[in-house]
Antibody, heavy 122, light 107 residues
Framework: QVHLVESGGGVVQPGMSLRLSCTASGFTFNNYAFHWVRQAPGKGLEWVADISFDGLLKYYAKSVKGRFTISRDNSENTVYLQLSSLTADDTAIYYC???????????????WGKGTTVIVSS | DIQMTQSPSSVSASVGDKVTITCRASQDIKTWLAWYQQKPGKAPKPLIYVASNLRSGVPSRFSGSGSGTDFTLTISSLQPEDFATYYCQQSTSFPPTFGQGTKVEIK
């Protein structure tokens, strides 16, 4: 079965950092691009970042560019999202989603994980 | 960025009703539109891609249509498990953007 499992969320103070992980199983990981999408409490979905199959292409939303870094380890079937300089506006559930394609500019998300919660609070 | 606007924001309906949700893009996105269903406390579930193609396992009572800037998601006969929030998303232009969601509630 195709699965994505996110981890690494938690409660952090403003200005601090956190690294989220998304571990995949049930398919050939390095054939696909991946996305991170977040959802603030009671709000809609916001695309955050994505990475191509080989890790060479990475794109970010304006709201996180320069603060968040997406990466992947194809030997570990894992995608990461490094969050830094966190603010209260980054409080959200962070979902990992697989793209249907290997490219980082197709934006068609066909498999989603259950999400991991990040709370930024002093 | 392409703005995606859904209407209505919420709709009350009964089991067996036909429900139609509209999504409008701020510019031409051809048919590069997806629909997702999200239930409380759960991750979004992909329903439709490229405007009208059902994902595997999605019941045939769901259908999507449209092209250019105007799209619809139709549930032909609402079932109890369909009460949820529905989001559209454009996939033609960076950054990918979502509509604000339409909540389908029990009447």
């Amino acid at each position: 079965q195709v699965h994505l499992v996110e981890s690494g969320g938690g409660v952090v103070q403003p200005g601090m950092s956190l690294r989220l992980s998304c571990t995949a199983s049930g398919f050939t990981f390095n054939n696909y691009a991946f996305h991170w999408v977040r959802q603030a409490p009671g709000k809609g979905l916001e695309w955050v970042a994505d990475i191509s199959f080989d890790g060479l292409l990475k794109y970010y939303a304006k709201s996180v560019k320069g603060r968040f870094t997406i990466s992947r380890d194809n030997s570990e079937n894992t995608v990461y999202l490094q969050l830094s300089s966190l603010t209260a506006d980054d409080t959200a559930i962070y979902y990992c989603a697989r793209d249907e394609s290997a490219a980082a500019d197709y934006y068609s998300m066909d498999v989603w994980g259950k999400g991991t919660t990040v709370i930024v609070s002093s | 960025d392409i703005q995606m606007t859904q209407s209505p924001s919420s709709v009350s309906a009964s089991v067996g009703d036909k429900v139609t949700i509209t999504c409008r893009a701020s510019q031409d996105i051809k048919t590069w539109l997806a629909w997702y269903q999200q239930k409380p406390g759960k991750a979004p579930k992909p329903l439709i891609y490229v405007a009208s193609n059902l994902r595997s396992g999605v019941p045939s009572r769901f259908s999507g249509s449209g092209s250019g800037t105007d799209f619809t998601l139709t549930i032909s006969s609402l079932q109890p498990e369909d009460f949820a929030t529905y989001y559209c998303q454009q996939s033609t232009s960076f950054p990918p953007t979502f509509g604000q969601g339409t909540k389908v509630e029990i009447k």
